[in-house]
């Protein structure tokens, strides 16, 4: 039975991504510790810590190595880590003359945590992928669409017009944001843990440092100023960054769902799910995900939050509960973004609807434009008044605005041109031209 829907045979393919699972799950976490064991022997032996020859047979003898699941599954249970149950496997496996060498100066901690930077690198190269293919049909999306007319709208009414192309300017800037932001986050998060017992390296003299530099060397990560067992910063520098990546795609997601309604119709994202008892119904449900997945990392970074509130020099319950949160966001990030790409690789968008759901309020929907042109003739405050109350009259009328409006002003106004959307677009193009350019 699975434990949790990320997991599930069921609910996995929905709101998971499989590459992704595969780069941070159980084998790869498993793996990655074994070539943490593996560079640790090999950053000794090159500082003269431990014996050049039991250096190089603890790489040979470990190279491809696999360790026995279940006995790390029992280890785990029994110590609150797998790494000891891990580490009397790696000795086992290299033999009497090297066995004594394995694991020297470290601590159960350096050994995971520097194994999840490594599956987190993997993973966060992917998702870079991910992001830059939806940055793309973003991009190719606002630019089409840059002199597409639509409503916009503010607290869910319709405010003024807008281009659909601005529209979809404002959803890709900020995914532009996160993408530079990742580089960031990354340089942060991917340094070597290596502290020992206490964070102090006390075991191997005055040269701890020394191999915690050369560690980090071997495995491509950044070299630590300090270890950092309690230090949770770049943790948590990943997580808001996940929570902000799921956010955005979120706030895109809401977007969809009301411009997707049947009573609006602007947008068709696909051809959605359907219904056991309504054979019309269409579901959008790709696009209910990406809302989900940016609710469900909202709720994780608060673990993330409470995992960083961590007790002296190493603690365990926070340490734990990151173990809890984190790959669930990853997962939804990575599932996010694949699906947020679907979407948009097939997404309908209904121009002839924008346009008529401009027409729907008598003109209404053009008031300020209105007014900024009455203004120029009456002044600001007459050419409120005169608006208001042409607003307030044409519902009950049937009529639009600006035809009330001829016949209570004489005001030399071109009426057919403030009334028309496509003119009141205002800096719409050079939004547009600024973010593609970012």
């Known amino acids: 039975m699975p434990v949790t829907a990320f997991d599930s045979a069921l609910t996995a393919p929905l709101l998971s991504d499989p590459e992704i699972a595969a780069l941070i799950d159980d084998a790869a976490t498993t793996r990655a ?35 026995d699941m279940e006995k790390l599954g029992d280890g785990m249970k029994a110590a609150g880590v797998p790494i000891v149950a891990l580490v009397s496997q ?22 995971y945590d520097t194994a999840q930077l490594l599956c987190l690198a993997a993973a966060t190269d992917r998702v870079k992928g991910q992001m830059d293919t939806l940055i793309a049909l973003l991009s190719t999306l606002a630019d089409d669409h840059r002199h597409t007319v639509m409503a916009g709208r503010t607290r869910t009414q319709q405010a003024i017009p807008i281009s659909f ?47 915690a530099d050369t560690l980090a060397d071997e495995l491509g990560l950044e070299r630590a100023d300090s270890p950092w067992h309690t230090g949770r910063d770049g943790i948590l520098g990943l997580g808001g960054w996940l929570a902000g990546v799921t956010g955005t795609l979120g706030k895109i997601g809401a977007d969809l769902l009301l411009m997707g309604q049947n009573e609006v119709a602007e947008v068709r994202p ?3 799910g359907g ?46 509960l990151e173990w809890i949160n984190l790959p669930q966001m990853v997962l939804g990030t990575a599932a996010a973004l694949r699906i947020a790409g679907e979407v948009f690789s097939d997404l309908t968008v209904d121009t002839a609807r924008m346009r008529a759901n401009l027409n729907l309020d008598t003109g209404l929907i053009m008031a300020e434009a209105v007014t900024t042109a009455l203004a120029a003739h009456v002044g600001k405050v007459e050419a409120q008044a005169l ?16 035809d009330l409006l001829r016949e209570r002003t004489d005001a030399p106004v071109d009426w057919d041109a403030a009334a028309e959307p496509a003119n009141y677009l205002g800096a719409s193009q050079e939004i547009i031209n600024r973010v593609l350019a970012l």
Request: charged share 20%; with cysteine; glycine share 12%.
């Open 33 to 67: 510790m074994v070539e943490v064991e593996r560079a640790l022997a090999r950053a000794q032996g090159k500082l003269g810590i431990i014996p050049a020859d039991a250096a190089e047979t603890i790489d040979s003898a470990l190279t491809g190595f696999f360790p």
């Open 165 to 211: 192309g601005a529209k979809v300017a404002g959803w890709l800037a900020p995914l532009k944001r996160h993408r530079q932001r990742l580089y960031w986050v990354r340089e942060d998060l991917l340094v070597v843990q290596f502290g020992g017992a206490a964070g102090t390296l006390a075991a191997l003299g005055d040269g701890g440092m020394d191999v």
């Open 275 to 320: 219904s056991s008892a309504m054979p019309q119904k269409a579901n959008p449900i790709g696009v209910e995900m990406l809302v989900t997945l940016a609710r469900s990392n909202a709720t994780s970074i608060s673990g993330l939050h409470h995992a960083a509130i961590q007790e002296h020099e190493r603690g365990g319950p926070g340490w734990t």
């Open 387 to 402: 608006v208001k109350r042409a607003c307030l009259d044409a519902p009950s009328t049937g009529r639009s605005i600006t």
């Open 90 to 111: 790696l000795r086992a496996e290299v033999g009497a003359a090297a066995r004594d060498y394995v694991h020297a100066g470290a601590t159960s901690q350096d050994i």
């Open 270 to 272: 696909g051809s959605g």
